[in-house]
């Protein structure tokens, strides 16, 4: 029960957190104007189809970009300090020489922060879903329930990003420009190496067609694994990287079940050698 000590007592410092409280509203209010956009989304696509509004489906389509760019960042400043944060005060040392080992200390800080994201997510949805019902007039409290689950999911795999990169150096400094680094690679850098490969194996930006291991490169990113785990879900492929590229044989790591093989990858590796390292490091 170590480890779950540990949990409660990150859960509660970050509870009394003002930092915690503005994150929260942060993301309160883009769901709540996610629940505007899907109300738009739902009267447009009525205006054209027969089939109507959408309703919780619009409000997937509205707010995966903004949970893909708001839920790593909120992960990240809750647990990229988690481990190196405490080496830099002392106060590790103080925590292990309580009746803890250095994995409880670890999985605590996984759980705690992760409930932490948790939170801020699940209160941020409450509004959405609020916001749906006044908007939209009508949800499927299932289908928003499976959007919310595979959010937080998201957002544990970003702690424990966050935690894995703690975990691996002494220096809160370096672990932020780690941490933060990671968002602006997959963001940003990742696209541009992917379009040199592109360019350099067939010669064009925009081939007519996309080649599968462009696709499936471009699936990998927490973010993509992300939209294809959202994908499988609601089998909906527009949710997907590999639907901007418009190929039907698609690889493996492209497919929309995949997305949660890649999200289990991402989660459990950094972590795991962010506690090999941590396991055996002087303090």
Same mark, same amino acid.
């Given at each position: 029960?170590?480890?779950?000590?540990?949990?409660?007592?990150?859960?509660?410092?970050?509870?009394?957190?003002?930092?915690?409280?503005?994150?929260?509203?942060?993301?309160?209010?883009?769901?709540?104007?996610?629940?505007?956009?899907?109300?738009?989304?739902?009267?447009? !696509?009525?205006?054209?189809?027969?089939?109507?509004?959408?309703?919780?489906?619009?409000?997937?389509?509205?707010?995966?970009?903004?949970?893909?760019?708001?839920?790593? %960042?909120?992960?990240?400043?809750?647990?990229?300090?988690? %481990?190196?944060?405490?080496?830099?005060?002392?106060?590790?040392?103080?925590?292990?020489?309580?009746?803890?080992?250095?994995?409880?200390?670890?999985?605590?800080?996984?759980?705690?922060?992760?409930?932490?994201?948790?939170?801020?997510?699940?209160?941020?949805?409450?509004?959405?879903?609020?916001?749906?019902?006044?908007?939209?007039?009508?949800?499927? +409290?299932?289908?928003?329930?499976?959007?919310?689950?595979?959010?937080?999911? !998201?957002?544990?795999?970003?702690?424990?990003?966050?935690?894995?990169?703690?975990?691996?150096?002494?220096?809160?400094?370096?672990?932020?420009?780690?941490?933060?680094?990671? +968002?602006?690679?997959?963001?940003?850098?990742?696209?541009?190496?992917?379009?040199?490969?592109?360019?350099?194996?067939?010669?064009?930006?925009?081939?007519?067609?996309?080649?599968?291991?462009?696709?499936?490169?471009?699936?990998?990113?927490?973010?993509?694994?992300?939209?294809?785990?959202?994908?499988?879900?609601?089998?909906?492929?527009?949710?997907?990287?590999?639907?901007?590229?418009? %190929?039907?044989?698609?690889?493996?790591?492209?497919?929309?079940?995949?997305?949660?093989?890649?999200?289990?990858?991402?989660?459990?590796?950094?972590?795991?050698?962010?506690?090999?390292? !941590?396991?055996?490091?002087?303090?």
């Amino acid at each position: 029960m170590s480890a779950v000590t540990v949990a409660k007592k990150e859960f509660e410092d970050a509870v009394r957190s003002r930092k915690l409280m503005a994150m929260t509203a942060v993301f309160a209010l883009f769901t709540f104007g996610g629940a505007y956009l899907a109300a738009q989304l739902g009267e447009f !696509f009525a205006e054209i189809s027969e089939e109507g509004a959408q309703g919780t489906l619009d409000l997937v389509f509205a707010l995966q970009t903004p949970a893909s760019y708001l839920v790593p %960042i909120i992960a990240l400043m809750v647990s990229y300090k988690a %481990i190196c944060g405490e080496r830099e005060s002392g106060s590790l040392k103080f925590l292990l020489g309580l009746p803890h080992t250095r994995n409880d200390v670890v999985f605590g800080k996984v759980l705690g922060r992760s409930a932490v994201v948790a939170a801020s997510i699940l209160i941020g949805f409450a509004v959405g879903l609020g916001g749906l019902v006044a908007f939209v007039g009508s949800v499927s +409290i299932v289908d928003y329930l499976l959007f919310t689950l595979i959010t937080v999911v !998201f957002g544990l795999v970003y702690v424990c990003l966050g935690i894995g990169i703690s975990s691996l150096t002494r220096s809160t400094t370096r672990a932020a420009v780690g941490a933060f680094g990671l +968002i602006i690679f997959f963001w940003i850098v990742w696209s541009f190496l992917l379009q040199a490969l592109l360019y350099y194996v067939e010669g064009t930006l925009i081939p007519e067609q996309y080649p599968g291991w462009y696709v499936g490169l471009a699936s990998i990113s927490p973010d993509a694994a992300y939209g294809s785990a959202l994908g499988a879900v609601f089998d909906e492929s527009a949710l997907t990287m590999a639907s901007a590229y418009g %190929i039907e044989d698609l690889p493996m790591i492209a497919e929309p079940w995949f997305g949660f093989v890649l999200l289990a990858l991402w989660a459990l590796v950094p972590l795991g050698l962010g506690v090999w390292r !941590f396991g055996r490091t002087d303090l």
